[in-house]
T-cell receptor
């Protein structure tokens, strides 16, 4: 049973470009969460999605960031017009319905030049 | 927003020693989870706690859900080299599908 998959593992973008991060949840999991981790810090919640619905986006920056979890395909975290401060590790987690246990992917490390 | 403070921030121990770390919150959480993160990887779930006062073990790891619901503790017995990493606590306001609030982490290093 494959775990949470994220790609790419590493992404380099120049300031002003768009970054698109993908997450495929574990089989049977319909809840997806995105977190951001800066070096030497803990993970910070960004957004929680179910299929075709954003449930909680209280941690998402108001501008340039968006997320979706379509009916078919992976969840996508999109960052438009990236700036150096967006450089971080972005983690996706998934959980089955009714469970507090979240299982994390390996992360995407975004570097903005 | 809620903050979770972990202590100690880092630990340097010898192989075979027991380890204790804790996590405290400024507000109540009703679910606590403990994760371990290796360099360049995502956090791995170690233990989940759902009830105040609960004591749960997973091999050499034992975690407790504090009675006040504002703290949690993790103990590792007889440490081995693969225990090296960063340990994070995480809390949820209720049980079920909602966001996690993560602690600041405890970095464990084993001195040869």
């Amino acid at each position: 049973n494959a775990g949470v998959m994220q790609n790419p593992r590493h992404l380099v973008r120049r300031r002003g470009q768009e970054a698109r991060l993908r997450c495929s949840p574990m089989k049977g999991h319909s809840h997806v969460y995105w977190y951001r981790q800066l070096p030497e810090e803990g993970l910070k919640f960004m957004v929680y999605l179910q299929k075709e619905n954003i449930i909680d986006e209280s941690g998402m920056p108001k501008e340039r960031f968006s997320a979706e979890f379509p009916k078919e395909g992976p969840s996508i975290l999109r960052i438009q017009q990236v700036v150096r401060g967006d450089s971080a590790a972005y983690f996706c987690a998934s959980s089955p319905s009714g469970s507090s246990e979240q299982f994390f992917g390996p992360g995407t490390r975004l570097t903005v030049l | 927003g809620q903050q979770l403070n972990q202590s100690p921030q880092s630990m340097f121990i010898q192989e075979g020693e027991d380890v204790s770390m804790n996590c405290t919150s400024s507000s109540i959480f009703n679910t606590w989870l403990w994760y371990k993160q290796d360099p360049g990887e995502g956090p791995v779930l170690l233990i989940a706690l759902y009830k105040a006062g609960e004591l749960t073990s997973n091999g050499r790891l034992t975690a407790q859900f504090g009675i006040t619901r504002k703290d949690s503790f993790l103990n590792i017995s007889a440490s081995i080299p693969s225990d090296v990493g960063i340990y994070f606590c995480a809390g949820q306001l209720s049980y079920g599908n909602e966001k996690l609030t993560f602690g600041t982490g405890t970095r464990l290093t084993i001195i040869p």
